[in-house]
């Protein structure tokens, strides 16, 4: 089976885009998404890479299990957590008592998850490199 961690990593990198596209439509709430998933599958590559598989979405899970080889900084451990929380709430309203995602999401908030999926993604390439 062919070892596909470049493709994770351009969908990775694809996702990032479209986070940053959401952001300057105003999608607050999909540009946290989609950052969280450019993070996740970028360390996916990072898995991938090492013959290794990586299942779940929770990236604070995934950071945790990188190979001995790429242990990432408190700071990156921090984005991971932040991103996590972008997962479910970011796309269904029963996250909350009452209203839509689209209501509680801000730009600063994607911004901080753009500036945190960037941080994870850059760790990978260089992971990968």
């Known amino acids: 089976m062919a070892n596909r ?11 990032l885009r479209h986070a940053r596209h959401a952001l300057d439509d105003s999608d ?12 996740e599958k970028a360390l996916k590559a ?3 890479k090492s013959g290794m598989d ?7 899970v995934l ?3 990188l190979p001995a080889t790429a242990q990432p900084s ?4 921090k984005c991971a957590k932040v991103l996590d929380k972008h997962y479910i709430l970011t796309r269904y309203p029963n ?11 801000t730009e600063e908030e994607a911004r901080h998850a753009i500036q945190c999926a960037e941080d ?3 760790f990978c390439r260089h992971q990968i490199d």
């Open 5 to 15: 961690y470049l493709d994770w990593l351009r969908q990775a990198d694809a996702d």
């Open 28 to 39: 607050f709430e999909w540009s946290c998404f989609a950052a969280q998933q450019a993070a």
């Open 46 to 48: 990072v898995f991938q």
């Open 54 to 60: 990586a299942w779940g979405h929770t990236l604070t």
């Open 63 to 65: 950071v945790a299990n």
């Open 74 to 77: 408190e700071e990156l451990v």
């Open 95 to 105: 996250g909350f008592d009452s209203g839509a995602p689209t209501d509680f999401y």
């Open 120 to 122: 994870i993604f850059e």
